[in-house]
């Protein structure tokens, strides 16, 4: 059972977080493996459909600038307009998608190094994080950390400055699973509030 909404459109919500993306930006990066993905799969016009209504004339990013959090939230909103689409599974596609594209674009050596397993590598996604903030250093890295791990079965803790990106956990943990050969099933357990501050999923295979 996922638990990510609350209303019944998952872009409803996602909307109504525009005002507290003001501080942040997002690598390049991120949005060009969003642009990848949208073009592999619908073509350029599309994607020129959704730069216009972002008001993004450029369409076009450098992967090591950073751009302002509106802007990926906006590619994501308009993704989900054009292709009549709900953001929580364009959110959740992305993710499995950036496991397969950080790996075919340089990083990965880096990801060999997070882990040998797969619970080894989701211990070590901070690792793997401040590793890349070494060379991104307006990074604003998620945090992650495990617990409760049993033979089948382990807890991730997800810690974030930004809001609205948990569907995207269930297609990253998806498309990691993958990648050491696991078919998993990810389920959240809990919503962050203020008490806790973390979501938390159980991952099973
Ligand atoms: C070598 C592989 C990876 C690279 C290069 C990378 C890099 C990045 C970058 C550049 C961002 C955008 C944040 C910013 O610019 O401030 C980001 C965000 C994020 N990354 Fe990674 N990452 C990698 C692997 C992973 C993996 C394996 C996971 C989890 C399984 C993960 C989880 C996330 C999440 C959830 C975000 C969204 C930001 C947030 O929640 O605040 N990343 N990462």
Known sequence: MKFYFPFHNYFVQFYHLYDKLIFLTMYGLVNIAIKDLVVTNHGEEVWKEICRLSDFEDMDFIGMNPYPDKI???????????LKADAADILEAFGEYWILYTADEGYGDLMDLTGSSFVEFLGN?????????????????????????????????????????????????????????????TEQIQIKNEQNGCHVFLIRW
């Open 125 to 185: 996604l901070d690792m793997l994080h401040y590793r890349i903030n070494n060379i991104m250093p307006q990074l604003a890295a998620p945090q992650f950390s495990t617990r409760n791990q049993k033979e089948n079965s382990v807890e991730l803790e997800y810690r974030s400055h930004r809001e609205g990106l948990v569907p995207m956990l269930y297609g990253l943990i998806r498309g990691l699973g993958k990648r050491f050969n696991m078919v998993v099933t």
């Open 72 to 82: 990926t939230y906006d590619l994501v909103k308009n993704a989900s307009i054009v």
